[in-house]
């Protein structure tokens, strides 16, 4: 274990973290935690990476705020509560201001956690010099100003950039990144949202319930196509409901900008169809692409896969043996808990600790729509394509009492489980407060329990947490107690 090395000189470090999104961030305090002497080192002066300033916090914020409105908005909504009101305004600023305000108050948190933990900020651009020597250029700066500071060990955790397409541009004022359609001046009347995952349906939805008329148009034949097919369906049924148009197994020929229209050219997949789609925005979420510009990764010979990844072995090192990679920039799923879990197992197996393997079947995924979508282990369809017999328990949401007394009644929970042993392969979930059930399902599945398992333990009632359990019945015997 490396312990801190008062001795050490100023400008050299046990570690140091390139980036500081949650995996270089949370990297970075473990690692002081457990006595190294860490740097971090991150290109704008605000910290939190795009998680937190263009990412998971800002389109968190404005779905919140973005659903008060829309149930205020439903004729229906409130007044079935007994609640009534004469007059709805939107105040879209004021609503751009608390999103904010609060990325502001976690990046100035997350500050206070370097200084508290003894860790260096560094802002400027990181760029390999050796193996164990970084410059930092300062932007803004002559080169006469650059850093250069050693290393011990070194993370990567520089993340990705959204993926446009070879004939759009996102300089083009009303062609639109996920970060510039999180800090917009006006709502759209029509918004051409092109992707239809997670980002998609996101800021899809945002702007629906804000008054903008949205079609999401995505090249696969069912929108979050990396979710169980059973999720699709279900949520493309609540979208249409809510007015967004869907468009699947459509491709993308061409998108032109000009005054103040976007227009997007369509090739259905299926007839060979041209459509074309007008807006005044759009939105492309089609993907991410790893951050590595101006690393210098060629000056020491750190390796790439064909899409731009940086290639890292079991222990996530680099062809490099003393600088590792985490999150977005090595692929794999894109999430802020992967790359956390990931900056935690490097840190700890530096260290001399023997940190569990990652299991990156079950890290789970959550689309933060109304009603929310949650996932972990496999999709009904992957299980078939193994020739695995299974069960297959479902309960919709709308048995349950606390749906009715809600009035969140959409959704379902779905339990797949193996049909000899009765282990857990994958749950999935549409409904209120999804995205926090589902870590039942993944610390279930961590230990391989069974439905009987889940069926067995005492849920809370009234609470959504039961439809857990009576799909667990259902897979394990296929009865349920309320349907």
Not at 344 to 367: A, R, T
Request: charged letters at 20%; hydrophobic letters at 35%; one cysteine or more.
């Amino acid at each position: 274990m490396i312990h801190n090395n008062k001795k050490k000189h100023n400008n050299s470090y046990d570690l140091v973290v390139i980036g500081s999104g949650p995996g270089g961030y949370i990297s970075a305090i473990r690692a002081s935690q457990l006595g190294f002497r860490t740097a971090i080192i991150e290109k704008y002066p605000k910290l939190g990476g795009t998680c937190l300033n263009v990412g998971c916090i800002p389109s968190k914020s404005l779905l919140d705020s973005s659903k008060y409105y829309f149930l205020l908005s439903k004729k229906n909504y409130y007044p079935e509560h007994g609640i009534f009101y004469n007059q709805l305004s939107l105040d879209f600023k004021k609503m751009m201001n608390r999103k904010n305000e609060i990325v502001k108050k976690i990046s100035n948190g997350v500050k206070y956690l370097m200084k508290k933990n003894n860790i260096d900020f560094y802002q400027g651009i990181a760029s390999f010099k050796k193996e164990n020597v970084i410059s930092i250029e300062k932007k803004n700066s002559s080169s006469a100003s650059d850093q250069e500071i050693q290393f011990q060990y070194c993370i990567i955790a520089t993340g990705a950039i959204p993926l446009g397409f070879p004939f759009s541009s996102f300089e083009k004022k009303r062609i639109l990144s996920s970060t510039k359609a999180l800090i917009m001046n006006e709502i759209p009347n029509r918004l051409i949202v092109i992707g239809g995952g997670a980002i998609g349906l996101e800021l899809g939805s945002i702007y629906n319930r804000l008054g903008s008329h949205v079609t999401i148009i995505d090249s696969m034949d069912r929108i979050i196509s990396n979710m169980d097919h059973s999720l699709s369906q279900e949520i493309k049924n609540i979208l249409e409901k809510s007015s967004i148009q869907i468009k699947t197994s459509s491709l993308i020929t061409n998108i032109i900008s000009k005054n103040e229209e976007v227009s997007v050219h369509v090739k259905d997949k299926n007839n060979g169809k041209e459509i074309i789609y007008i807006g005044d925005y759009c939105l492309i979420s089609v993907g991410r692409s790893p951050y590595t510009e101006n690393l210098g990764l060629e000056n020491i010979g750190i390796k790439k896969n064909k899409k731009g990844f940086i290639t890292v072995n079991d222990f996530l090192q680099s062809s490099v043996k003393n600088i590792y990679a985490i999150g977005d920039v090595i692929g794999g799923k894109m999430l802020a808990h992967k790359a956390e879990e990931e900056g935690l197992y490097v840190v700890e197996h530096i260290s001399g600790q023997k940190p569990n393997k990652i299991n990156y079947d079950l890290i789970p995924s959550i689309v933060y729509t109304f009603p929310e979508i949650s996932s972990v282990g496999n999709t009904e369809n992957e299980i078939k394509k193994r020739g695995i017999e299974y069960n297959t328990g479902f309960f919709p949401m709308k048995i349950l009492g606390r749906s009715s007394a809600s009035g969140n009644n959409e959704g379902f929970v779905k339990i797949i489980s193996h049909k000899k042993t009765d282990e857990i392969l994958g749950v999935h979930m549409i409904g209120a407060h999804v995205s926090d059930m589902i870590m039942e399902a993944t610390v279930a599945m961590e230990f391989r329990a069974s439905s009987e398992d889940i069926y067995r333990i005492c849920h809370p009632h009234p609470t959504f947490s039961e439809a857990v359990k009576e799909a667990a019945l259902l897979s394990f015997e296929n009865h349920s107690l309320h349907l």
